[in-house]
């Protein structure tokens, strides 16, 4: 995988996990220390976060001759939004309507038209036919916020709608996301991170590991986790298919992290600023 788009990804772990529960904010210095853990030099840090400002997740500001990073009100609402997903115990419930977005973007704005594709991809829409995107969600903030983010009111229409035909919701399902797809990327992090965690669950009982080691296994768990909000989109259970591996995953997800964080935490102070 790409380093920099990897080191991006990673400060954006960072701050999902650690940064804004610190007020938001941290001194490029502290960034470049932490980073430097997963073997990332000091000049990817400084390309990733300045590209992440120019993107609007960021902002930065000078006190004396250092620069410090906080969160935008966008970067904000993105991590409570990701974490809200990371960390939720179960399905969410519901309430029998699909959103139903159709967007009219003309060509010359073709790049726009990728940009949204992907954030209602992340928000969990599923691409029913050209221009034309569902979710059984209420995702109407986030809908609200991409309107506004990329002032687009004038090319899209929203609506909330019930499913009258021809076939049933589960086809629906089929045909806008690849379930199984991601059933078996569930089964495979359930195979590699549970032999982790009892590995680490010895190893921690016994004194032998550090608390740097736990803090880079604590991020490298939630990045890796974190790749199933751009593929799983979150379906209610009514929806899901029988042998759904999300649960499970997301039970040792949250019994590992657990036993990483204290340690991870501590690690964390120790470098922060």
């Known amino acids: 995988m790409d380093k920099h788009f990897n080191t991006r990804s990673m400060i954006f772990t960072l701050y999902g996990d650690y ?5 938001s904010v941290i001194w490029i210095g502290s960034l470049i220390k932490l980073l430097k853990e997963f073997g990332h030099n000091e000049q990817a840090v400084r390309a990733a976060i300045s590209r992440m400002s120019k993107q609007g997740w960021v902002q930065s500001e000078k006190r004396g001759n ?4 906080s969160l935008t009100e966008q970067g904000q609402a993105r ?9 939720k115990s179960e399905s969410p419930k519901w309430d029998g309507y699909w959103r139903m977005l159709v967007y009219n973007i003309p060509e010359n704005k073709r790049g726009l038209r990728d940009e949204l594709r992907k954030e209602l991809v992340w928000s969990g829409f599923g691409n029913l036919s050209n221009s034309c995107w569902i979710t059984p969600n209420p995702l109407d903030e986030q809908i609200h916020r991409l309107v506004d ?12 709608s019930t499913y009258e035909g021809m076939s049933t919701p589960q086809s629906l399902v089929d045909k806008c996301w690849d379930l199984e797809d991601v ?5 495979d992090f359930i195979r590699e991170y549970s032999e982790k965690y009892y590995i680490d ?12 080691t736990c803090f880079v296994k ?7 986790y974190r790749k199933f909000l751009f593929i799983d989109p979150d379906l209610p259970e009514e929806l899901l298919p ?11 997800f949250n019994d590992y992290h657990e036993l990483l964080q204290p340690r991870a935490t501590r690690f964390f102070e120790s470098v922060f600023e």
């Open 19 to 23: 940064v804004r529960h610190y007020g």
């Open 66 to 69: 250092r620069s410090y990073y």
């Open 79 to 87: 991590m409570e939004e990701a974490s809200k997903r990371i960390y």
């Open 149 to 160: 983010k990329y002032d687009i009111k004038d090319y899209i229409t929203y609506f909330k």
């Open 183 to 187: 059933n078996q990327k569930y089964s």
């Open 201 to 212: 669950q010895n190893l921690i009982e016994k004194g032998a590991i550090s608390d740097g």
């Open 218 to 224: 604590c991020a490298s768990l939630v990045h890796q």
């Open 242 to 252: 029988e042998q759904w591996l999300g649960n499970s995953a997301a039970a040792l």
